[in-house]
C-alpha cells in the first residue's frame, strides 16, 4: 500500500545519486508527505517532480532508488525535455582502458614529446634568424628587396601604347605560350597545395627490422592505399602508397601511386613513378600506358606515341590505348 510504502525516512545523508554523479546539498523545499509512490504517480505537474526528483538524488531524506526511479519516469512523462533527466557522463580515465590502448595512447604521447624537444633543441642550436630576414624597403628607392627590382625590370620591358614599331614586332604565339605556361605553373602549385592540404596525417612510420615483418607491413599499408582509391580518396591513398613504398619498394606500389597521381592530375609526380616501374619492369604495359598519358598531358605526343605503340605491339586488342590514339589523331 501507499501507507506502507511512505514509511519514515531516516537514512545517512548520500551526495551521489543511484548513477554514481555528483549532486550537492539540496535547495528544494517539499513537503515530506508528496516523497511517496501514490503521489509521484499522481502528480502531473513538471517543474514539482523536477524538485521531488533533486529531492531524492541529494540524498537528504536517504537513499531511496525505486522511488527515485518512479520519480525520473513520472518526469520523463510528463516533462521529458526537462534538464534534470540529463546524465551527464563520467570522463574516461586510463584505469578505464585495455592494455593495448592505453599503451598505444602513452607511445604516441611520448612520441610528440619527444618530438617537440628535438625541435626545439633544433631551434636553439640554430640561434637567430635575424639575418634570414629580408631587407626593410627605404623612402627614396635607396635601398629594396629583390621583388621590387624584379617588378621595375618588368615594367621597363613592357611595350609603350604608342610604340608602334615594337607592337608590329611583337611575337604574339611567344606572347600565348609563356602565358599559356604561367597559368599552368600556378594550376600545378594550386593542384599540390590542395593535394597536400587533403593528405592524412598517419603517425610517424616505425619501420619492423625483421625483412618478412617490414613485408607484412608494406602489404597492408599497400591494401589501405587501395581501399582508399576505391572510395576515390586518392590524396589518402597516396599516402598509404607512400608509407608502403618506404618498407617495400615494388613495382607494383610505384604503378598504384601513379594511377592516383594521374587522378589528381598530378602529371609530373605520376611520370616519376611509371619510370620507376619500368626500370624494375621494362615492358609493364600498365606503367607504359600511364606514362604514354603523362606525356599527352605535357603535349609530348612523340614520346607518348612510342610507348602506346610499345603497348599495342605486347596486346593489340588493348582498348584504352585505342581510345588514347584516337584522341591524339583527332
Known sequence: SSAARSRSIAFPLSSMDHAGAWTGPSTCTIPIE?????????????????????????????????????????????????????????????????PENRTRIEEEINEWENDAK??????KESGPHEKSLRPVRKVGGVEQGKDVVKEKKEWKSRIKSGDYRAWDSLDLNRVENEIEEAEEEKRRK?????????KPKLPKLEIPEDPIERQLMAQREKTKGNDSFRAENHAESISFY????????LAVTFNNRAMAYLKLKNHSAALDDVNEVLRQEPDNRKALHRRAQCFLAEGRYAEAEADL????????????VKVSGDRKSG
Request: hydrophobic fraction near 30%; proline fraction near 4%; glycine fraction near 4%.
Open 34 to 98: 508528496h516523497l511517496d509512490f501514490a503521489y509521484i504517480e499522481n502528480c502531473t505537474n513538471g517543474s514539482e517532480l523536477e524538485k521531488i526528483v533533486k529531492r531524492l538524488r541529494s540524498g537528504e531524506d536517504g537513499h531511496f532508488p525505486e522511488l527515485l526511479a518512479s520519480a525520473e519516469k513520472q518526469l520523463a512523462k510528463n516533462k521529458p525535455k526537462s534538464e534534470v533527466l540529463k546524465k551527464t557522463e563520467r570522463e574516461v580515465r586510463r584505469s578505464d582502458l585495455d
Open 118 to 123: 628535438e625541435a626545439d633543441a633544433r631551434l
Open 190 to 198: 594550386k593542384m599540390l597545395e590542395d593535394e597536400e592540404k587533403l
Open 242 to 249: 607512400t608509407r608502403s613504398i618506404e618498407l617495400d619498394p
Open 309 to 320: 605503340v610499345r603497348v599495342l605491339e605486347s596486346e593489340p586488342n588493348h582498348s584504352q
